[in-house]
């Protein structure tokens, strides 16, 4: 059964930070490029960032240069957002994605207010 399973999320002040985990389970992590999406109340989901399977390659929405930092751990079967200078419009609900077969975690909230 493949699960997907994100944490880390919360409440943070404007200019803090948070880091985001999704735990993979079920499939051959390894193999596989990961996303991290996010929604914002009223919004359409948005790919915020994308790894490769060994982790050669990455890229990022315009909105979060500079500020977010995907990574992951092929041993640990995780991959993780690094969240830096949040900003309000940061706020939403963040899932976990496998693209090839479109596996989605449940999502963690990210509200950032002060």
């Known amino acids: 059964q493949v699960q997907l399973v994100e944490s880390g999320g919360g409440l943070v002040q404007p200019g803090g930070s948070l880091r985001l985990s999704c735990a993979a389970s079920?499939?051959?992590?390894?193999?596989?490029?990961m996303r991290w999406y996010r929604q914002a109340p009223g919004k359409e989901r948005e790919l915020v960032a994308a790894i490769s399977s060994v982790g050669g390659a990455t890229s990022y929405a315009d909105s979060v240069k500079g500020r977010f930092t995907i990574s992951r751990d092929n041993a640990k079967k995780r991959v993780y957002l690094q969240m830096n200078s949040l900003k309000p419009e940061d706020t939403g609900l963040y899932y976990c994605n496998e693209p090839r077969y479109d596996y989605w975690g449940q999502g963690t909230q990210v509200t950032v207010s002060s």
């Open positions: 079920g499939f051959t992590f390894s193999s596989y490029g």
